[in-house]
């Protein structure tokens, strides 16, 4: 009950943050000023029908937000475009006895809450969570524009600030476990679709922290030891953050005005989030042989210290300590972001792929790094693999003429099966999520000398939780708001972790490309204007050894030159080889296309190689499902800039600075995808490295 009613009053206060971040973008809604539909609409639909009559007692009460004094019915008559999961009379009915079920109200009606202000946030989350703006560019949702893929969330946030997730079973499709009326669904108005709803869509605004922190207290299982582990190691507090408040005030003061002269958007938020791989309470019963309420972290430790899995950790009882051995252990589960279940890795146009079926073309992985000590972690996907998997370091079909799909997967490089995360109820976390995992998570020596032994390939947005967390990379919405973001500098606030921006003129773009078909890993791309001046941090190695890193190009004439720096210490860089001219084609640094023959197509890799550059990637194109592979763009390429020894316990960090003598505004700084390649991948003697 406590954890309930603490639920219900995170949802009061987020309800009013999202009506002050709602005013600043929809205010007023002056019906005089705009046309008002004269036939049906939503509002029109839901007044002639009774089984709505306790929903619209709400919308006539509630203002959209609390600055303004339009209400939800008068939003409903005006023009735009809404999508409303209206819950009937019914709905309504169940979703009050349940909440007396539960002892949070004496009576299952409005008169049964303890005070007014309570049952006014309850109605809130209710009209909230039950409406999505498609704003003026999109359309609202039938049930055909829903995601196909089992579980996935709807990109475009309802009013609540949060994505509902799509269920499908034999029987009806469910909104966040809600189930839809078969029959009352796809209903037309002149300003959205209306789907009756069955049950209230009223998502937990529980977070991770909190989530654990009931699990230990109802003594819960399922994971509770994984819950016990996160208190132990002092993660709680951290685990609840949500979104950087001093920015919400900045932006809706518009510190962030948007430039008339470009058509992009800052990004309304600054979320935090987690994604947490965690190992299920039976796993750990049958490990250590005790029923998972009885396991103690002394018991955790003992299996820990069997394992040998982090023999430089310390072992003692400082468990916030991040050389702990018990901390080492837990934190690389968690990553500084929120994965949904599409997301994990993301597919658009590599090799072989089909959007309109979703049939796996080669090979995919994502590299990101852990909370915590900073330690890499792969997150892969094939065709082959039947599932996604975690530290998953198969065999690849990557000859000159191959597919690079899995062709077996030695023992030992299995990896570790990521399962579904369970979106029901108090599970539905506003900050992170839960996926349980099939076998223990280390990373254990040979987890380090498996990832040791691949080149690690990354899209430069990945490198970014706040990328991540405010769906700014890859965001599927095709409107201007979400297709191009351009972020303040660092001067103004600091909007990213892992990049830097330089100078107060320095201009950070990132396109999503959705709509249009460029040749870019993953379709992405992030660009810089005004003075190019950008730092980023790495992703860290595995282990030691000498690694090149490469930096993948782009040739237009519109582009700069500049100059790359490299090392540990930030403030004092040092340049790593001579300016990248990005205006300049490839040829001149010996690209020639392929020829049917291999050798001399091997003596070209050579020969751009003794020059420090490399042809592009064989493993993706322009367009999904097409061949015009990077490798045969001679406008595109990879720079090797760095071949050094690298330390997995040090921070490396890439400083690209335009050496242009003037500034001209239409210069352009690229950024796309990079690598950090081991010597025993590009200088193995018996197997060459492959064009993949």
Known sequence: MAGTLRSIAMNTAMVLLLAITCASC????????????????????????????????????????????????????????YTVFAPTNDAIRLFLDDLQKKGLISEASWEGFPDASVRDSIQRVIVFNSVIDSGDDLPCLMTYDFPTTQDAEIMIENMYGRKVVVHYDSLSIQINGSPMDDRNRDIPALNGVIHAMNRVIAPSNNRLGFWLQDILKLRREGFHVAAMLAEKTGLIDTLNALRDETYELLYQQGLFARDANYAASQPEHRKYGYTFFAETDSMWSAAIGKPALDISVEDVMAFLRRSQAYPEATDDTCYTNQDNLLNQFL?????????????????????????????????????????????????????????????????????????????????????????????EGENNLANALVYPIGS?????????????????????????????????????????????????????????????????????????????????????????????????????????????????????????????????????????????????????????????????????????????YMKGLNSYSGTAGGTDYARKAEHLGRRIFVRQTLDPDKTYYLRMKSCLDIDRENAQLYMDVMEMCPKSVYDNPETPEDIW
């Not at 959007?355 to 792969?378: H, I, V, W």
């Not at 000398?449 to 430069?460: A, C, H, P, S, Y």
């Open 26 to 81: 929809k205010e007023e809604v002056d019906i005089s000023a705009r046309y008002v539909f004269s036939d049906r609409t939503i509002a029109d639909y839901l007044s002639a029908h009774e089984q709505y009559s306790e929903y619209m007692k709400m919308l006539d009460e509630l203002h959209v937000s609390t600055v303004s004094n339009t209400t939800f019915r008068q939003l409903f008559s005006a023009r735009g475009h």
């Open 331 to 423: 934190t690389y589960h968690i990553l500084p972001f929120r994965l949904a279940p599409g997301r994990l890795v993301i597919h658009r146009n590599e090799y072989g792929y089909s959007p309109t079926t979703g049939n796996l073309g080669c090979a995919m992985s994502e590299y990101y790094y852990t909370m915590g000590k900073r330690r890499l972690m792969k997150i892969y996907e094939s065709r082959e693999s039947n599932g996604i998997y975690l530290n998953r370091c198969p065999i690849l079909d990557n000859g000159r003429h191959g597919s690079y799909h899995e062709l077996s997967c030695p023992e030992g490089r299995e990896g570790v099966f990521i399962g579904k995360p369970d979106l």
């Open 440 to 612: 223990f998570l280390f990373y254990d020596e040979q987890t380090r000398r498996n990832l040791g032994r691949e080149r690690i390939r990354f899209d430069v947005a990945a490198i970014s939780p706040e990328m991540m967390n405010n769906d700014i990379r890859m965001n599927e919405i095709t409107d201007s708001k979400h297709s191009y973001y351009r972020v303040a500098p660092d001067m103004t606030y600091p909007y990213f972790k892992d990049f830097r921006i330089n100078t107060e003129t320095t201009i950070f773009g990132y396109y999503t490309a959705r709509t249009v078909n460029w040749n870019n890993y993953n379709g992405d791309e992030v660009n810089i204007w005004g003075i190019q001046d950008i730092t980023l941090t790495l992703p860290p190695v595995p282990v030691r050894d000498t690694y090149e890193i490469r930096y993948g190009y782009s040739i237009y004439e519109y582009r700069g030159i500049f100059q790359i720096f490299f090392g540990t210490d930030l403030n004092h860089l040092y340049p790593a080889g001579i300016p990248l001219d990005m205006r300049t084609a490839a040829a001149k640094e010996g690209w020639e296309p392929d020829t049917e023959d291999d050798d001399y197509n091997a003596e070209i890799d050579k020969r751009m190689r003794n020059k420090g």
